[in-house]
Every structure is written in C-alpha cells, then in structure tokens.
C-alpha cells in the first residue's frame, strides 16, 4: 500500500525556488496535522515544516521566512513551497503524519541545490 508520494524534487539553483507536493492517501491526511522532513547526507533527518488540519503552520529556524507549507484538503494534498533556495538546502525531502508513524515514509524526493 502507497501512503505517501512526494514529488516535485529537482536541481534548483541558489536563490531560486521550488515546490514540493505530498499525495495523502485520505485516511492519512485526515490526521490532524501533516509535515515535511529532510535528510542531508550523513545527517539525521530533520523536520522541516508543519501544518494543523486547520491551517496552523510551524518552521524550522533554519527555513524559517524562505518557505512555506499549505494543504489542499480537496486533493489530499500537502505542498512546500521552498523560496531563496540556498545549498543547505539539500537534501531528501520526506512528509508524513505529525508525530511521523515510520509505516508511512515513501520514496522522498531528492532537491538538489547548486549552481
């Protein structure tokens, strides 16, 4: 069973701007809040950015100003939008339930930033 899909990685360049998707499946996104977790080589993943049922968002420091997460609860769908790309940036990008439940990772999709 597919949970999660994100798409939407790719080779960006610094300063420039990409946007992330997260297909939910239904049942996941009526979990009450949703978020996006990176994971930079060597490095321990990280969460990103967070999103209530009801709109609320939270960001990590180090995204903070740059990036924003929204949801599209007719299309079960969770998007981050990554502005001011720098190349700390990347990394693989992962969403999930927030607390994660380790049954739904996926793929990840791969953002590379570099000039």
């Known amino acids: 069973q597919v949970h999660l899909v994100e798409s939407g990685g790719a080779l960006g360049q610094p300063g420039g701007s990409l946007r992330l998707s997260c297909a939910a499946s239904?049942?996941?996104?009526?979990?009450?809040?949703m978020g996006w977790f990176r994971q930079a080589p060597g490095k321990q993943r990280e969460v990103v950015a967070t999103?209530?049922?009801?709109?609320?968002?939270n960001y990590a420091d180090s995204v903070k100003g740059r990036f924003v997460i929204s949801r599209d609860n007719a299309k079960n769908t969770v998007y981050l939008q990554m502005n001011s790309l720098k190349s700390e940036d990347t990394a693989v990008y992962y969403c999930n339930s927030i607390p994660f439940d380790r049954r739904y990772w996926g793929q990840g999709t791969q953002v590379t930033v570099s000039s």
């Open positions: 999103i209530t049922a009801g709109g609320s968002t």
């Open positions: 239904a049942r996941i996104f009526s979990i009450n809040a």
